[in-house]
């Protein structure tokens, strides 16, 4: 049972296009993270969100925590090509260790 | 400040042949992990340690060994390889929020 949730599982947009990646889980989590992975390569850690509703953006990338800490969104606006890749959200369940979902690999096209 | 390192970065074994899968960082983490990436399946949770001297069973345990060296050095090892085990293997450490990655090991049993 995959405890978390992404969609879509593939994006492949044009550059200035905005987009949205949904993380979905029923399970209540104390904190989430979002991470990029490039090819042949560690995810990064972008973000971590831990009180419900939370707003954090980075640039042109907003995350947001649902109200009951359950759900995440990833919002990129006009998204360039260099923001191609694997984006993952994790979450925690009042432990150090993360429960990842299955990804969503965007490309975008120049 | 290399972060997580891991060696060997590619590997082909054949069936049945062991290996160790060696993980080091240099961030003073208590934390270590290994996981496995497969192609829709999202990263999973092999082993863990909290701390030096301690080592816990994750989501995908069987066919695995870990060794805590010391509070850097965290090892995995496949002691009879078999196919199913052809994967990306990760060590990651932690010491709050957020997840450090290696770039991986890309293992291949044939």
């Known amino acids: 049972t995959q405890l978390l949730e992404q969609s879509p599982q593939f994006l492949s947009i044009q550059e200035g296009e905005n987009l949205t990646v949904y993380c979905n889980s029923s399970s209540v989590f104390s904190s989430l993270q979002w991470y990029r992975q490039e090819p042949g390569e560690g995810p990064v850690l972008l973000v971590t969100?831990?009180?419900?509703?939370e707003v954090k953006k980075l640039k042109r990338l907003t995350f947001q925590f649902g109200d009951a800490r359950k759900d995440s969104s990833l919002h990129i606006t006009a998204a360039q090509p260099g923001d191609t890749g694997l984006y993952l959200c994790?979450?925690?369940?009042?432990?150090?260790?993360?429960?990842f979902g299955t990804g969503t690999r965007l490309q975008v096209f120049p | 400040n290399a972060g997580v390192t891991q060696t060997p970065k590619f590997q082909v074994l054949k069936t049945g042949q062991s290996m160790t899968l060696q993980c080091a960082q240099d961030m003073n983490h208590n934390s270590m992990y290994w996981y496995r990436q497969d192609p829709g399946m999202g990263l999973r949770l092999i082993y863990y340690s909290a701390s030096e001297g301690t080592t816990d069973k994750g989501e995908v345990p069987n066919g695995y060994n870990v060794s805590r060296l010391n509070k850097r050095e965290f090892s995995l090892r496949l002691e009879s390889a078999a196919p199913s085990q052809t994967s990306v293997y990760f060590c990651?450490?932690?010491?709050?929020?957020?997840?450090?990655f290696g770039s991986g090991t890309r293992l291949t049993v044939v």
């Open positions: 994790a979450g925690s369940l009042n432990t150090d260790k993360l429960i």
């Open positions: 990651a450490s932690t010491y709050n929020y957020g997840y450090t």
């Open positions: 969100v831990v009180t419900g509703g």
